[in-house]
């Protein structure tokens, strides 16, 4: 390994505390300067990250029960802030608390890496990795960003928007979406065709998983490198510039070390997959790398 000690590496490959995707997507592509920035979602990208939202819930749902019942105004925005209060001190307690918690933030510190944590919801946070302090200023301004685009939306709610575009106004937000792309490492053509999208109101992923379901139907090749990160979406399916990146990093990945190639070459087959979620079109985009005699 370059700066990146073997047995530092090895010891990271066996913490079974983080999730191999976050392992190479988030911490190793930042690490090696891949990435500027990259974030994960917790407790969602923790193993057991379900069963701690699932903790949270069961503590919460006598309080939420009891809500439906007041009818007064004033007491139920009592109420609302009591549970919110119950819900960040359960995070508190069920996801800080955690060893996948604890082995997020020590590998990010021996990675040398600098961190922000943001609160989504009272449940969700956003844990961003990088190394520059300026990633963290382009942060902080996106945060201050979202919070201003969430007010006025909550002061003027627009009768016209559903209830995701009234929870989450900045991913509807174009130069919102575009500065938060480019601090991810997203190719500019992709992020364009994103943001549009959502704007529009097109749903992004059955956007994506059609366009790819078209071409596989058509019996053309994919090359899984135009999903270089889960939950990415390229511009379309043989996006120069998503195929380059991912063909990058797949490259210098296997320079550093031989498994780590062949994590992200495993990760980016499961990234079609994702991006597909049709079995019938699994099959037959699994089948073309099948030897003919199996
Ligand atoms: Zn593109």
Redesign the pocket.
């Known amino acids: 390994m370059r700066d990146l000690e073997k047995q530092l590496l090895d010891d990271f490959l066996h913490d079974e505390r983080i999730m191999p995707r976050v392992k190479v997507e988030q911490l190793l592509l930042t690490y090696l300067g891949l990435r500027e920035c990259s974030q994960i979602t917790i407790p969602a990208e923790f193993p057991g990250g379900v069963e701690m939202g699932q903790r949270i819930d069961e503590h919460v749902k006598p309080h939420m029960m009891k809500l439906q019942g007041i009818k007064d105004p004033r007491g139920k925005a009592l109420a609302i802030n009591a549970i919110k209060s119950l819900l960040e001190k359960q995070f508190e307690e069920v996801v800080e608390e955690s060893e996948p918690y604890k082995a997020l933030y020590l590998w990010s510190d021996r990675l040398g890496l600098k961190s922000e944590q943001t609160k989504v919801r009272p449940t969700v946070h956003e844990v961003y990795l990088f190394k520059d302090g300026g990633s963290r200023k382009e942060l902080r301004k996106l945060q201050k960003e979202r919070e201003k685009l969430r007010v006025k939306t909550q002061r003027r709610p627009d009768p016209n928007l559903g209830g995701i575009q009234f929870a989450y106004p900045e991913e509807f937000n174009a130069k919102w979406i575009k500065r938060m792309g480019k601090l991810l490492g997203y190719?500019?053509?992709?992020i364009s065709?994103y943001a549009n999208d959502r704007v529009k109101g097109i749903n992004v992923e059955v956007r994506a998983a059609k366009q790819l379901a078209d071409v596989i139907k058509a019996e053309e090749k994919v090359d899984p490198h135009v999903y270089p990160i889960g939950y990415f979406y390229?511009?379309?399916t043989d996006?120069?510039?998503?195929i380059n990146k991912g063909s990058t990093w797949h490259e210098l990945l296997q320079k550093e070390d031989e498994r780590l190639g062949a994590m992200y070459g495993e990760m980016i087959n499961v990234n079609v997959i994702m991006v597909l979620r049709q079995p019938e079109l699994i099959n037959r985009y699994v089948s073309q790398f099948r030897r003919p005699e199996s």
């Open positions: 190719p500019d053509c992709c065709r390229p511009c379309k996006c120069e510039k998503a």
